[in-house]
DNA sequence: CTGAAAGCGCTTACAG
DNA sequence: CTGAAAGCGCTTACAG
């Protein structure tokens, strides 16, 4: 099969290449009669253009990365859903390229992924997305980058997220609204940015209540399962045990959970077990988990599309879209038994 | 930064642009001297060819698709880490794109990224890698495919897989070790078709034991986990109950497992319950799950190494990969209580 | 509003 | 073993 090029269409529309290429970019400055008759040509012959004929011409691509840290976890792979599905509607492709800040030799590996695809946007996700050595690097190779979820750097690039703090302060007054007191707080992986983040929106709560969690009940998790566990494990054995537990994620609620029941302590009756994203582990505790819907998908799906766009508007003070959470009541949270 | 190219690069070592060509991609006829110094220079100025001139030249691409159906579960994750580092590692970069059978215009969108990215390579998973009509379009566009755990199809192309007859034998042989009869099986979704040689493999291990599991004792599942929750209350609703369930995969495992917590029946101590994968959630579930570990990694690792040496060596007969598994003993098979 | 010319940075096909 | 020429399929920059 030999594909159709710009040269065929023009020949058969009885206009010039250039012509047909306004016509395909959505240029203006063509008659609209003849751009209707190109974009009908276009369809029957069911042309498509070259993307690297157009990226070695226009030195930008019609790819666009996505960049993430090394363990692709279910997080992850919902913003990449999201991500594929858009860039599937803008005439777009998604290139997937890990960054392990581990590697010493990770610099070179992004340069060399930024010279060989010239990308016509990047997307950033948390941890990686809040070093500034990071962003220099995009910006030195004048590659666009939106970001999912920064804690950093805020000013620097356009961003898209939820708030973690209010989400986290619903949650809290959730457990408060139970007539829960003595509540416990799991923290999340300190690298991520969100973590501190709920954190905040805990503590807001809690204050607001006129509470203060003493140290002893406030664990140091790392979002993974086992410290969530572990944690459990160092909360459960104390005298008095907290009526409830906030994990900074679902994971480390699991945790939670298990170590609960591997004490024969049931759960919400004697002890409320929350989590954080709705991951679908989440679904698959028994009880399912009380948590806050993260709207993943439609970070990635917007990402894409700020990073489009913003290609060529004017972005007049950088734009950051803030999109909606939801708290998700199931079986693990339950009323105080204790008064 | 201006981006330095093949010309700079010819100048600065004295040769023509053909011959830092030769040299950067390994080809041969070019004398040792010359071919060592344009590498040195090459080092020197850091250069890195632009993969969009040479996808226009040769068309044929540095990019390596990855087609995954839908969903993005854990699964396809794990493949994609492995993809991921072994493409990097051969200078390659992975593209990734949706097939979703669901959508009418499958293959309007196929025709559309394969046009536009004059792919080096396409990995095809399962279950969309079973379907003629999508292996007849790669080959319509001359696009070398290598599937993970092909079921269909089996002399067409290149393959890297698994055992899943063996290791399901394993593991059903494993519960007979245990002193297990009566050991129920839930089957996974039909259009994978690993789910056919899980099932077969179990069959092996028990007639090879003079037993043959009647059919209230074999369920239907999709993989996912709400069917691994239903087949489970359906077969502890039962009496005499099985002393052992063998889900499919890990997520149904779970599944069964909740059921079983959910009715107040210890495990393994009433009953085991083992799974297939090794999941990440296998380790997050109470007992932990005794399962299969696939060689995901290593299976989307072989299949970027398979799809790149296949170009251009010669293919005499499609070549297969077979990687091994493991049977992993964790906490929730035990010996039979019943005898 | 439309097009002819030049060029993006490589590789292919061909000479020598 | 090495190189000069042509071309891949678009877009940019410039005329008209």
Redesign the interface.
Known sequence: ?K?ITIKDVAERAGVSPKTVSRVINGEAHVRPEIRESVARVVADM?Y??????R??SSSR???VGLFFD?????Y???I??GA??QA?AMGR??????ITFQRSDWRE?L???L????LGGAILTSPICDRAELLDIFD???VPVVRIAPGAELERTPQVRMDDRDAARDMAEHLLALGHRDIAFVRGNPTHSASERRWLGFHDAMTAAGLSPPPERVMQGDFR?RSGFDAGEALFDRHPRPTAVFASND?MA??VM?AA??RQIAVPRAVSIVGFDDA??A????PQLTTIRQPNYALGWEAVDLVIHQHGTNTTGDPCRILPYELVIRGSSGPCAVS
């Open positions: 099969m594909p069911n498509r253009p070259n993307a690297f004929a990226g070695l691509s019609f790819l090394d363990p692709v976890s279910g992850a792979a919902t990449q859903r594929l599905e599937r492709h998604i290139v997937i390229e890990p590996r340069v060399d992924s010279h060989a695809l010239r030195r190779h004048d399962f994971e699991l945790g298990i029941m591997s679908e582990i679904r698959m505790a028994w």
